[in-house]
């Protein structure tokens, strides 16, 4: 793997994780609000996009399983 591919790994990698903490605490508080907060829906539909998208840009890195 060339070093630019490793690094763009890396910063997905770190960006998805942010992204998973950031979805924990949005449905958390979704949860408390007992599901009825439209805005919390909408701030976690987004970060679950940007999420998948992450996910998927980290699968086309790795289409030869280069990197696991």
Aim: overall charge negative; aromatic content about 6%.
């Amino acid at each position: 793997m060339n070093d630019e591919k490793g690094k763009r790994f890396l910063e997905l990698i770190d960006e998805q994780n942010n992204l998973q903490w950031s979805i924990v605490a949005k449905l958390s508080s979704l949860i408390r609000s007992k599901w009825n907060s439209i805005e919390l829906q909408s701030e976690l539909e987004t970060l679950v996009e940007k999420h998948f998208k992450i996910t998927k840009e980290l699968n086309s890195l790795d289409e030869n399983s280069s990197i696991l």
